[in-house]
């Protein structure tokens, strides 16, 4: 067990670990970062930074050096250094591969961030330290849903509806009300289907009440989307999608908007809170999470770009004049296709929000939930699983994992591979599904 005696609200005061705030300029690109962000803490001559297993770490062998933990006063400590190589205490603390990661996804993502065992574990962690007395949260994963549903089991809390106008009342009378220190959770955009919500316009309800705005962007990492830029106070991300990319990790992050007041108090509390939870990332995820940040952009833009292209084929296919055999016979199974580049309504905003694509995920219903279930089967190149992110092509019949979801939909994980190639692979399913209708 970590060394705790004299610590600060329950916590490890530990002042000589800081924010690692981005250590590179703001003029490079998150290319660059990816490969570079953690350079200034390489303590070996590794080109490829080594993989520490140990558990826990030697304190210093001069006793003038040796600081009791009730000596350190985090609270009074400006943020902003790294974990320096000799800092580390217990793993369950800090470690040299989730601080590199934490480094990493910091100059990402542009906000100090803490790491988890899973992105469940996240925002598990965000309640917490949050501590709602209701809860607006709409549509989303169910995982979440479930997390949430422990969570009011615990506390009581209210679970609400957030796309109920009636949530925004003043609901009083029944005994709640949402107001100060409670939280409105947006997923953008959204599991299964990849729709996005306005972050902006949830922003400024949650804040005219007083109520924090959390924003799982799983769906939409950077630099498709930036939530702190709309007025989001806490993103989370389940890590084990997209910053993993490789389906062999699960990660979740935690991220803390600096345009909050106490931003650093935010940080260090749930940093210490994390200790005790005990939600934390194991050695090898936080290497395997270092390895997959450095090809990061290249694979979610060309996912996103991908995923763009095939939508954007199918909806041509489901809106044409059946000028072609391809328009007719995804007409003859296909009811309807979900992804957020189709939002030509919401133009407007959705442009802004997601100025350099729209999400590597969609959703594709069929005219029958026998047809779903069978479409899998029917394909050569997305292996039929759950989870997304990584760079090979995934489809689920979502059915097997949410009973939530209507049993015609199946969610589409497009990954890195030529999308030509997907999308032939998609159609030719489709053709087996429309011959066996006939």
Known sequence: MAH????????????????????????YSLATLGVHADDPIHDYSDVAPALHVATTFRYPSD????????????????PGSKVPGDAHIYSRLTAPNSSRLELLLTSLIGAPCLTYSSGLAAFHALLVYLHPKVVAIGAGYH??????A??????????????????????????????????????TPVNPTGRAFDIQHYAELAHKRGAVLTIDATFAPPPLQDPFKWGADYVMHSGTKY??????????????????????????????ERLHLGAVMGSLEGW???????TFELRVMRQSQNADKIVGFIDDCMTGVDASEDDKVVKRVVAKVEH?????????????????????????????????????????????????????????WRRMSDNTVEPELCRVSVGVEAWEDLRDDLLAGIKVLADEAK
Request: charged content about 20%; aromatic content about 8%; proline content about 7%.
């Open 150 to 187: 422990i969570y009011q089991r615990l506390t009581n809390c209210k679970i609400v509806d957030l796309f109920d106008e009636k949530s925004w009342d003043n609901n009083e009378g029944e005994g709640w009300k949402l107001g100060k220190g409670d939280v409105v959770h947006l997923e």
């Open 340 to 396: 957020a580049s189709l939002q030509r309504d919401d133009a407007a905003w959705l442009k802004k929000q997601m100025p350099n694509g729209f999400g590597p995920v969609f959703s594709i219903s069929f005219k029958t939930a026998a047809q779903a279930r069978r479409f899998p089967s029917k394909l050569q190149l997305f292996h039929h699983a759950t989870s997304l992110g990584g760079v090979e092509s995934l489809i689920e």
């Open 288 to 294: 395997l999470g270092v390895r997959s940040l450095r």
């Open 243 to 272: 910053f993993g990319g490789h389906s062999d990790m699960l990660c979740g992050v935690i991220a803390i908007g600096k345009n909050r007041e106490g931003w650093e108090k935010d940080y260090w509390t749930m940093f210490g």
């Open 63 to 78: 006793p003038d050096q040796l600081n009791p933990v009730d000596d350190l006063d985090i609270p009074n400590r400006e």
């Open 4 to 27: 705790t005696n004299g610590a600060v609200n329950g916590n490890p005061n530990t002042s000589h670990l800081q924010i690692p705030d981005p250590p590179q300029p703001p003029t």
């Open 143 to 148: 995982g979440c849903h479930g997390v949430l």
